[in-house]
């Protein structure tokens, strides 16, 4: 198992940007397939974006398709989330997870998770 930390998150006016990033100990990083997750506040949690562990296939939500981008960097054991465009409805918080599977367009994490970190969109 590896554990996750996030970081990153802040307070951002609709329209603008930010970058998340999930660093993990342990060496078997490199391994896993890895995603990003959010839970906005009184709702479940949803899948965001996966990136299997080589970093050649890459999925994301429908709702934040088209302006947000994961990516990783195996020799630096983390992942990332390029955030642009942002709006109010991305404000949650948001999980890195390791070893996410995907069945369908389903997506969980079957491995750690991170603490989360605050995304607040202002207008």
């Known amino acids: 198992q590896v554990q996750l930390v996030e970081s990153g998150g802040g307070l951002v006016q609709a329209g603008g940007s930010l970058r998340l990033s999930c660093a993990a100990s342990?060496?078997?990083?490199?391994?896993?397939?890895m995603g990003w997750f959010r839970r906005a506040a009184g709702k479940e949690r949803e899948f965001v974006a996966y990136i299997s562990s080589s970093g050649s296939t890459i999925y994301y939500s429908d709702s934040v398709k088209g302006r947000f981008t994961i990516s990783r960097d195996n020799a630096k054991n983390t992942v990332y989330l390029q955030m642009n465009s942002l709006k109010l409805e991305d404000t949650a918080v948001y999980y890195c997870?390791?070893?996410?599977?995907?069945?369908?367009?389903?997506?969980?994490?079957?491995?750690?998770w991170g603490q989360g970190t605050q995304v607040t969109v202002s207008s």
């Open positions: 997870a390791s070893d996410v599977r995907g069945k369908g367009y389903e997506f969980r994490g079957f491995g750690s």
């Open positions: 342990g060496r078997t990083f490199s391994n896993y397939a």
